[in-house]
């Protein structure tokens, strides 16, 4: 008897810090948080040379075509934005024409 009497509390305290170490938080980040970087950016595809390719483009509210040019393009070309790989799935956006840093995708 004396032995549950000394082992039920040392289990209960062990199992109450495992516990302790177990759960998450449970809070979810603010949608302009600084530690979600570039969260207005989606995952957006670009059509060059007949071959897809995935852009991260901010494309805002609106409806006119979303289209991009690439920063190292030396014609300075834009390119129409989808949603998915599909050409008759257009990404609409503000009109505005994004600037992507870096090339021009290549296979």
Not at 68 to 94: K, R, W
Request: aromatic share 8%; hydrophobic share 35%.
């Amino acid at each position: 008897m004396k032995f549950k009497k000394l082992i039920l509390p040392i289990v209960a305290i062990v199992f109450a810090i495992g516990m302790a170490f177990a759960t998450t938080n449970f809070t979810l980040e603010p949608k302009d948080s600084p530690d979600i970087p570039n969260d207005q950016q989606a995952t957006m595809f670009v059509r060059v040379n007949n071959n897809w390719h995935e852009v991260d483009v901010d494309c805002e509210d609106g409806t006119s075509l979303c289209q991009v040019t690439f920063s190292e393009d030396p014609e300075i070309n834009s390119y129409q934005v989808y949603n998915s790989q599909d050409i008759n799935d257009p990404a609409l956006g503000s009109g505005s024409i994004k600037i992507i840093d870096g090339p021009v995708p290549s296979n």
